[in-house]
C-alpha cells in the first residue's frame, strides 16, 4: 500500500515543496534568531500534505476532463500522471479517499499553526488551497486558460507562499527579503511545471488544454523556458545584493550548468522524447539550487 501511495501521488518530486518551506523557516533563523524545531516539522508535514494532494486533485480533474486520455492516446505524447486511474490500478473512490485524507491533515496542520502563530498563517494555507485545487478544476481552471496564469500560480504555490509562510510560522511577522528569497526557488520550480507541458502539449491541445507551450508553438515557448531559467538565476544574485542570502550562496549559480547544456541540444522543432532530458534538468537544478541555499542559510546562521 506504501508503495503504491508513492506512486499514485508523486511523491518523488516533494522536495519542490519542502524546500522553500525549510528555506523560509532559517530565514527566520539567520535574521531574526528565531527557529521552533516542532513548528518547522509541523509546516513541513503541512505544505508536504497539501502538495501531494495538489498532485492528485489534478490527476483526478484532468481524468475527468479528458487530458490524460487524450496523451495516453496521442502518438509520441508522454503522460505525466500518475496513471493510476488511466490503467485503473486504483478505482475513483480509493483515489479521492487518499486525496481528501492528504488535504485534511494540511487542514489540521494548518488550523494548529494558526493556533500558535497566528491567524495570517490560515491566509497563506487557504490561498495555497484555493490555487492546488483549482489549478486544473472548474470553473477556474488555471492550468487550462493559456494565460500565463498557471505559471503565476505555481510560483506562488512553489515560492512566495511557502516561503513567506513558512518565515511567517517562526517569526509571526513578514519580511521582505522572505519574499526575495522566495524567487530563484520559486522560479525554477514555475520552470519545471513549464517544461513539462512540451511533453505532451500536442495531446494538450486536442483536449483543449491551453497550456502556453499550446497557445505560443513551441518555438515561442521555448525561448520563454530559457527566459525562465535567466530570471532564476538572476533572481538568486539580486537575493545575495539584497542582503537576504550570504555571498557564498552564489555557488548555486553553477546549478545553471547542466540545465543550460540541455537548451543548447534542442533544435527549433524536437519530439516529445527530445524534452525528458529538460524536465529531468529542471528538476535537478531545482533541488541542488534549493539545497545550496539551505546549506549556505545553516552556515550563516553558525556563523552569527
Request: contains cysteine.
Amino acid at each position: 500500500m506504501l508503495k503504491s501511495f508513492l506512486k499514485a501521488s508523486r511523491f518523488r518530486v516533494i522536495p519542490v515543496m519542502l524546500i522553500p518551506v525549510a528555506l523560509g523557516a532559517l530565514g527566520a533563523y539567520v535574521w531574526k534568531g528565531e527557529f521552533h524545531p516542532w513548528l518547522f516539522m509541523l509546516t513541513l508535514v503541512g505544505a508536504g500534505a497539501a502538495h501531494l494532494f495538489s498532485n492528485m486533485v489534478n490527476d483526478l480533474w484532468d481524468f475527468k476532463n479528458g487530458t490524460d486520455m487524450a496523451a495516453k492516446g496521442t502518438e509520441g505524447a508522454i503522460s505525466t500522471n500518475s496513471g493510476f486511474l488511466t490503467n485503473g490500478t486504483w478505482s475513483i473512490g480509493k483515489f479521492k479517499g487518499v486525496t481528501w485524507l492528504l488535504f485534511a491533515i494540511a487542514a489540521v496542520s494548518g488550523v494548529a499553526l494558526s493556533l500558535v502563530s497566528g491567524w495570517p498563517v490560515l491566509i497563506y494555507g487557504l490561498a495555497g488551497a484555493f490555487i492546488a485545487y483549482f489549478y486544473v478544476a472548474p470553473p477556474i481552471r488555471f492550468g487550462y486558460r493559456g494565460r500565463g496564469y498557471s505559471e503565476i500560480a505555481i510560483l506562488l504555490s512553489f515560492g512566495v507562499l511557502p516561503v513567506a509562510g513558512s518565515y511567517y510560522v517562526q517569526a509571526s511577522e513578514l519580511d521582505y527579503r522572505a519574499l526575495l528569497l522566495s524567487l530563484p526557488i520559486g522560479l525554477l520550480t514555475t520552470l519545471i511545471l513549464f517544461n513539462h507541458h512540451f511533453l505532451h502539449w500536442e495531446a494538450d491541445r486536442q483536449a483543449g488544454k491551453k497550456t502556453l507551450v499550446v497557445v505560443w508553438g513551441e518555438q515561442r515557448a521555448l525561448r520563454f523556458s530559457r527566459m525562465l531559467m535567466i530570471l532564476a538565476y538572476a533572481a538568486l544574485i539580486l537575493c545575495v545584493a539584497a542582503g537576504a542570502l550570504p555571498i557564498y550562496a552564489l555557488l548555486a549559480l553553477l546549478t545553471v550548468i547542466p540545465i543550460y547544456l540541455v537548451y543548447g541540444r534542442l533544435g527549433s522543432h524536437n519530439p516529445s522524447v527530445a524534452y525528458l532530458p529538460l524536465m529531468g534538468a529542471s528538476l535537478k537544478a531545482t533541488v541542488r539550487c534549493g539545497a545550496i541555499l539551505i546549506v549556505a542559510l545553516i552556515v550563516q546562521g553558525s556563523l552569527h
